[in-house]
């Protein structure tokens, strides 16, 4: 595939890297500098190419999407910070029978954790005597907190467990790649689910598999649908 990357950052050079591991090929790389509000994203620029990857900032992914999802280029986006945009995007995605995959980790891993997390929420319900919260750790240029992750596994753990709010705890500290602890505490005794991502390796990994996955697809899609199915 002939692919765009918008975003230069670390996980922009490791996605190139992983990408072209696999035989792919990278068309074009859309810095910041050259693309305020998505002005970069030109049909010219992008002329040729299969599928954009798309790891930006929480500022500048939904003009980004927006613009990409015009010029009817399918895109991976792993940027966080920006759920909240998602019903317009999803709607736009729909109306242009586009093609878009969002994830807030690329991990497979972590997708894992999430569906433990919520099999062990399934069972507190009826269980007042523990308390549940979510701690994250992540390096300290991260700008986003909560983290995307935590909020995912929070909205998974809340449609297992109404009863229980399940508050985060953020941490931006050094060069963590990302750490999530689930604990579940009791009077008498304490569990903890933990992912920890040694590698953003991972992410890239997991981004170039979507990458592969997506073309000749519609709809919106996550990283959760493409691993274990479901409709967009």
Known sequence: ?????????????????????????????????????????????????????????????????????????????????????????????????AALLHAPNFSIGVHLFFRAAGELAR??????????SITEIHHRQKRDAPSGTALALQRTVRAADASREYPITSQRIGSVPG???????????????????????VFAAGAVRAAEWLPGRRGVFTFDQMLFGGAP
């Open 123 to 132: 069972w507190l319900p009826e269980r007042a005597e523990f308390d549940a």
């Open 179 to 201: 750490t999530h602890v689930l604990t579940v505490d009791g009077p008498h005794d304490s569990i903890q689910l933990t992912h920890t991502v040694r590698d953003r390796a």
């Open 1 to 97: 595939m002939r692919l765009a990357l918008v975003g230069t950052g670390r996980m922009g050079e490791a996605v190139a890297r992983e990408a072209e591991h696999r035989g792919h090929t990278i068309h074009t790389r859309v810095g910041r500098a050259e693309n305020p509000g998505g002005a970069g994203l030109t049909r010219e620029r992008l002329q040729g190419v299969d599928l954009v990857v798309e790891f930006t900032r929480p500022d500048a992914v939904v003009a980004n999407l927006e613009r990409l999802i015009e010029l009817g280029v399918p895109v991976v986006t792993g940027t966080t910070g920006w759920i909240e945009h998602l019903p317009r995007i999803t709607a736009l995605a729909t109306a242009r029978n």
